[in-house]
């Protein structure tokens, strides 16, 4: 308290950023609470009452019940569930050994190809996206899981320069004792790096997975067919030209919700870099 009264600047940015954190907070949680409140309200309750007003009743899951019914919910659950593991699976394989190769070889062409990979954030996806279209529909993937799996499936920019970032803390060392045990790359690439990128994986994983879940444009072009449709997809059919059941889609939004909420707490212990504290004597 005394070390507060003698620096009073100090006193002050602590208020400042508790402020910050707080207004922060607020500004994070008002829209999911407007949301979860509006979920258990009826069409009569919504139109009459504050955005922040309590519903009559908090047992109210007539619109959970229409949101899985009529909106299919367990049908794009399902299909969310398959284009997102295959798409995971080998996004995953693919930037991890693009960023070991990468890092560990050293070739002609190599700075050319770190180059492109930070040029093509610069592009706009959607100005690629007639370019695209012709050539899924060219291949005959238009209106099959495919076209989306395999949009996904590219090389993630961004989780390349994680696992990257990541090597760098991977010393070499490991890299030659397993050389001097006859290991080959492959196999120091399977058995060494890859179990060391847990932590990069997982927040590569968080990452993919929370944009390809809530990836509503890709899936409403490339998968119009209703035996296709994802979560992203399957509360659409609730907005219409003459008026959107407001309440369902809340309803809706908070199931879409809880499972990357679960993803999030099931694997942020991973996110830290402390797993190869120590993995080098």
Known sequence: ??????????????????ISLIVGAIITLLPLAVIFLASFKTSAEYGSTGILELPASFLNFENYI????????????????????????????????????????????????????????????????????????????????WSVILLGLGTDIVSVYIFLQFLDGISYSLDES???EGASMLKIYTRIILPLLKPAIATAVILKTVNLYNDFYSAFLYMPKQRL?????????????????????????????????????????????????????
Request: charged residues 10%.
């Open 229 to 281: 449709h994802v979560v992203s997809t399957a509360l659409f059919k609730f907005k219409g030209p003459y008026g959107s059941n407001w309440e369902v889609i809340s309803a809706g939004v908070v199931v879409i919700i809880v499972p990357t909420l679960i993803l999030f707490l099931a694997l942020q212990k991973y996110i830290y870099n402390g797993v190869t504290a120590g993995s080098v004597k």
């Open 66 to 145: 229409i949101a899985f019914t009529k909106g299919n919910m367990l049908v794009g659950f399902a299909n969310t569930f398959i284009n997102v593991s295959i798409t995971l699976l080998g996004s995953m394989i693919c930037g991890t050994m693009i960023a070991y190769i990468l890092h560990r070889f050293q070739f002609a062409g190599r700075k050319v190809i770190l180059g492109l990979f930070l040029i093509a954030t610069f592009i706009p996806a959607i100005t690629t996206q007639v370019a695209t279209f012709q050539i899924m529909n060219y291949f005959k993937l238009f209106n099959t899981r």
């Open 178 to 180: 397993a050389m001097l």
């Open 1 to 18: 308290m005394n070390k507060l009264k003698s620096n009073p600047l100090g006193f002050l940015f602590i208020i400042i950023k508790y």
